[in-house]
């Protein structure tokens, strides 16, 4: 363990590092202009930290589920030998209650979000899939 | 095959009287009918439903300041003519519709209800003459920024920045407007800040200084997460000039500026101008001028197509065709240098002909290329077209039917990727077209792949007419005879003889004084269909040049194509509509 | 679980030195990769610009030294000099913070990362390396999206919320993956699982899982097909649209430290590690890193970029069932014949 604290101090410290010596090196400058966040050149018009909808969030949920299910995997996956078929047929069971899952999300449309979209104009929708 | 372009058709000995009174009606149109202001709408609808003969195409919206003009074919008490020019493409009909407008500051009805497209061409009217289409759903200026004073294509606007003082900006002069740029307001329909499933709207300003927008394109977005809500492309920021320009050049030294309205066509933009000045001066052109006309022209055609071919690659993330499609330009500019002296900007043509002759031993480079285009062709195929991740990106996005096309008034590759093989050089042959051997390549999809394979397949055609022109390229002179206004060939004639000398100094010095008239040449350009309209009134420089380019009429649908996809959508429909600023913007 | 750490752990030579010699050797094997990385991270990126410049028709950096090698050099002390932008409408300590997560995640996880049999081409032989990694890799999305949340701009926001997007794609597949790679070697170990291929590179028993975790890879690199939260056509530079300097430099870093660190796993897990004949071992995982570096560059050249969505698909509904039909295989097929994997600590 030590080594691997040493090198992890050595590397924030590098990053800490390389972050300060441009501080000192390259000072900044402000002016009205430079001060603008840049969007292409124009005045920004409205705030950009807005509630943006993010309709992939069903798929985000679904992400969180998975992966815990899948940290469940490893400790069988480990010890794959010891554990031999009893321990395969009670992990595929586990992997079918995952693949259902995941079939049922595809199934439900919970995978296509695009159908999210607000103005799903009669042109475009007829255009997707 | 003996090569015989048809426009050896001097004009000017069967109407030589009209054409000294300044008297003939409009060259090039069809139809000419006077409209007074306040049936426009009305004429112009049973225009478009008129069972007969109807005109489903609105061409071009424009105006004309009379104030200053010389021998008015017309009576002389109006400011403005307003002019529509429609046009029906499967009868290859054009109809000029004219609109005297009284008074300094005139309305008249608003033409969008009936022609969809009208809407820019009237924003665009009104931000260069002042005048006011009552109904318009949306009358801002559109080229020059909301605060500006005057309208800049009336005659009483000056010609040059230098007869203006020089210009300084401060708060008042923006007066209502609080900003330099345009920027959405409350009450706009880009600032509604709710979007239907709860989330806020993202306003953002894609451009004029971003990196996908191929030049100094505002496109002001309306996002929910990253779908865009509504589009709205703000134009102007590339706006020269270039009509008001041609009001102090003479015709001749007009067609370098020509070249930078859409500057990657080339002689293609030369070509219908000095066709309009032609028919106007009612002179021929010879042969062989003609046919290195239609080379050049192909060769800008592929050019075109090949920066369009890179930069749609570049768009949708692949990086390297950009760099492939440029060495095969490249390679054509060496052709083109050698030729014309120009690449970009070959200032070529010449009214009446072609600046010079072809170089000895221009064969040889050309031969060359074209063994090994269509291997590079296949190249891009294999590294672009048959890409599943490009397929994905541009299969199905940026639809537009082939009726909306002609709705908005969309020409060129865009149009026939929409299922329809509608191209000038075929329908109405100019320049000889008809006696070439090629195809119109056509899809029916409609979407950014079918405008990609259309003007990939169209690169194919092209260097097959070149291939022709290599093989049939008449002999003879690339200059008219008609030295009244064509020059005359400048070593074997000009250096010998004083007369001929004196004349030449004459025509370039101070310009030809060209017959009055008004005259009208469209044709197929590389993005699509351009026209030129001439008006002389019998001085050395046109009274007004109007420009009628296809990018204008293609950037307008932006926002049909995009509404309701996704931000990464507008960059892929951007590069496969094959614009460039300049030749919106003029 | 518990005996496998155990035997996981009493694996390495038992010499034990005093603990301030360890701190020395620590010191200085860490100083030694530190350096190292830099020096091919800065010539990942010279390489990249030559290579791409080969493939496009083009020359490349040229003028610097000798066929420009000295470029490199040039472009750290351009970028340490550069203004440092300080944009007051940000979130000042994450927006410093950002740049350098990215750096530490992808740098730290070269500690398990081992280049040779012998406990001198490895900092530390971590007994849950592969789960140190895919920890590490995790956390290097956070650089991404608090960079576009801190910087208070649109672009940067959009390239954030894209990170996001594109994370929960890939890394299913990616650990999914993985779980082959454990089910095989029976360990997390990276330098057992490199072990455990003295006979069979693991791409042999499970190509699926190689093929699977290899776009997973490119997509955790983001880099072109899948530079979606940087695509320049469409949102300027995403997340780092505000950002300057070596700030910019440290993001810059983290990427080409990243691919490494992404072809170091794939050679390990996949290729063998240094396994190879005639060549001694750190030779032929650096020939195999370099090779992996290479594929890195050349599919940029090659590729267009795919929409969010269609990411999202791609992950969604080829690679996670791919991974999952892989590892129940693979475990069925490593139960059936187990003579197939002839590891050192089996």
Not at chain 2, 340 to 365: A, F, K, V
Not at chain 3, 265 to 283: D, F, R
Request: hydrophobic residues 45%; aromatic residues 12%; proline residues 7%.
């Amino acid at each position: 363990m030590l080594p691997l604290l040493i090198y992890g101090v050595m590397v924030v410290g590098l990053a800490v590092a390389a972050i300060g010596m441009s501080l000192l090196l390259g000072w900044p400058r402000h002016n009205p202009h430079k001060d603008m966040p840049y969007e292409s050149g124009i005045a920004p018009t409205g705030d950009s930290r807005i509630r943006m909808s993010v309709p992939y969030y069903i798929v985000a949920i679904m992400f969180i589920m998975f992966d815990v299910e899948i940290l469940l995997l490893y400790p069988w996956a480990v010890n794959l030998q010891e554990l031999g078929w009893k321990g395969f047929a009670i992990a595929g069971i586990f992997m079918i209650f995952v693949a259902e899952g995941l079939i049922y999300a595809w199934a439900r449309g919970g995978l296509s979000w695009r159908h999210l979209s607000t103005t799903a104009s009669a042109r475009t929708s007829s255009s997707q899939d | 095959m003996k090569f015989s372009p048809t426009v050896e058709c001097p004009i000017w000995e069967s109407g030589a009287d009209d054409l000294l009174k300044g008297a003939r009606g409009v060259l090039g149109v069809s139809g000419m009918q006077h409209v007074e202001p306040a049936n426009i709408a009305k004429v112009l609808r049973e225009h478009r439903t008129n069972p007969a003969r109807p005109f489903p195409v609105l061409y071009d919206l424009t105006a004309v300041d009379e104030s200053q003009r010389r021998k008015r074919p017309d009576s002389d008490d109006h400011r403005f003519t307003l002019q529509y020019l429609l046009w029906a493409p499967e009868r290859s009909e054009t109809l000029l519709l004219k609109v005297p407008l009284k008074g300094d500051a005139p309305h008249v009805a608003t033409a969008t209800a009936v022609y969809m497209n009208a809407n820019w061409y009237e924003r665009e009217v009104f931000d260069m003459f002042g005048i006011r289409f009552d109904g318009h759903p949306n009358l801002r200026r559109i080229l020059m920024p909301d605060w500006w004073k005057g309208h800049a294509l009336r005659k009483d606007h000056p010609n040059r920045a230098t007869e203006m003082p020089p210009l300084v900006i401060t708060e008042s002069d923006l007066g209502e407007y609080d900003n330099y740029d345009y920027v959405p307001t409350p009450g706009d329909s880009y600032m509604r800040t709710r979007g239907k499933n709860g989330g806020e709207l993202l306003i953002l300003n894609l451009g004029p200084n971003h990196p996908g927008t191929h030049g100094v394109l505002r496109v002001i977005l309306t996002l929910n997460g990253e779908y865009m809500e509504d589009v709205c492309p703000d134009i102007g920021y590339h706006h020269r000039g270039a009509e008001k320009m041609a009001e102090r050049q003479t015709f001749h030294t007009y067609i370098p500026y020509t070249d930078r309205v859409d500057y990657l066509a080339g002689t293609y933009n030369e070509l219908p101008y000095v066709m309009a000045c032609e028919q106007l001066a009612g002179i021929g052109v010879p042969p062989r001028a003609v046919m290195i006309r239609v080379m050049l022209g192909e060769i800008y055609r592929i050019c075109n197509h090949l920066v369009w071919f890179g930069t749609l690659g570049h768009d949708v993330g692949a990086m390297t065709p950009v760099f492939y499609t440029f060495r095969e330009r490249e390679s054509l500019f060496k052709i083109v240098e050698m030729i014309t002296g120009g690449r970009m900007h070959p200032n070529y043509l010449r009214i009446g002909g072609c600046s010079m002759d072809l170089p000895p031993g221009w064969q040889e480079p050309l031969k060359v290329f074209l063994k090994h285009f269509d291997k590079h062709l296949l190249e891009y195929k294999n590294l672009l077209l048959d890409n599943p991740i490009f397929k994905s990106r541009t299969k199905g996005v940026g639809k537009m039917p082939l009726s909306e096309c002609w709705e908005w008034g969309v020409t060129g590759p865009n149009l026939r990727a929409s299922g329809t093989d509608f191209d000038l050089r075929k329908r109405a042959p100019y320049c000889g077209y008809e006696q070439f051997d090629f195809e119109i390549p056509m899809a029916s999809e409609g979407d950014c792949y079918a405008r990609a394979v259309v003007r990939h397949a169209e690169m194919h055609e092209s260097a097959k007419i070149i291939e022709q022109c290599l093989r049939l390229m008449p002999d003879g002179e690339v200059m008219s005879r008609d030295n009244r206004f064509a020059f005359p060939p400048r070593k074997s004639e000009t250096m010998m003889d004083i007369e001929a000398l004196i004349n030449h100094f004459l025509a370039v010095g101070w310009g030809l004084n060209m017959p009055a008239g008004e005259s009208f040449v469209m044709t197929e350009q590389p993005k699509g269909n351009s026209g030129y309209y001439v008006i002389s009134d019998g001085r050395t420089s046109p009274y007004r040049l109007r420009i009628r380019t296809p990018s204008f009429a293609v950037m307008q649908t932006l926002p049909e194509l995009c509404r309701g996809h996704l931000l990464s959508d507008l960059l892929a429909v951007i590069g496969a509509m094959d614009f460039v600023l300049a030749d919106i913007d003029r | 679980m518990s005996e496998m750490i155990a035997l996981a752990a009493s694996a390495p030579p038992a010499v034990v030195y005093p603990l301030y010699l360890q701190a020395i050797i620590a010191i200085v094997k860490g100083a030694v990769l530190l350096f190292v990385l830099l020096t091919l991270a800065a010539y990942a990126v010279f390489a990249e610009r030559r290579i791409l410049a080969f493939m496009q028709g083009r020359v490349g950096p040229n003028r610097a030294g000798p066929f420009g090698f000295l470029q490199p050099l040039a472009d750290v002390f351009k970028l340490l000099t550069k203004e440092e932008a300080n944009p007051p409408f940000a979130d000042k300590w994450l927006y410093y913070a950002a740049p350098a997560i990215i750096t530490i995640t992808s740098m730290l996880t070269f500690a398990v990362i081992p280049f040779g049999p012998s406990d001198w081409f490895i900092i530390t032989d971590l007994n849950v390396g592969l789960l140190f990694f895919l920890a590490l890799s995790s956390l290097g999305v956070y650089s991404i999206v608090l960079a576009g949340w801190s910087s208070n701009s649109k672009y940067a926001a959009l390239g954030g919320l894209r990170a996001t997007a594109q994370m929960i794609s890939y890394e299913l597949p990616m650990s999914l993956a993985l779980v082959g790679v454990v089910l095989a070697a029976g360990t997390f170990s990276l330098r057992e699982i490199v072990c455990a291929q003295s006979g069979l590179w693991f791409i042999v028993i499970q190509p699926v899982g190689f093929a699977v975790f290899l776009i997973a890879a490119v997509a955790e690199s983001r880099r072109t097909p899948f530079d979606l939260p940087e695509a320049e056509n469409e949102i300027v530079a995403g997340f780092h649209t505000e950002y300057s300097s070596m700030k910019f430099a440290l993001f810059f870093l983290g990427e080409y430290v990243s691919i490494m660190l992404l072809s170091c796993i794939i050679a390990v897990v996949y290729l063998g590690g240094w396994h190879g004949p005639w060549l001694p071992p750190p030779l032929w995982m650096l020939i195999k890193v370099g090779a992996l570096v290479f594929f890195f560059i050349w599919i940029r050249a090659t590729f267009p970029r795919l929409r969010y969505d269609h990411l999202m698909e791609l992950g969604w509904k080829w690679l996670l069932p791919l991974a999952i039909a892989n590892v129940v295989i693979t475990a069925a097929l490593l139960l059936a014949f187990p003579k197939l994997v002839q590891g050192a600590g089996k």
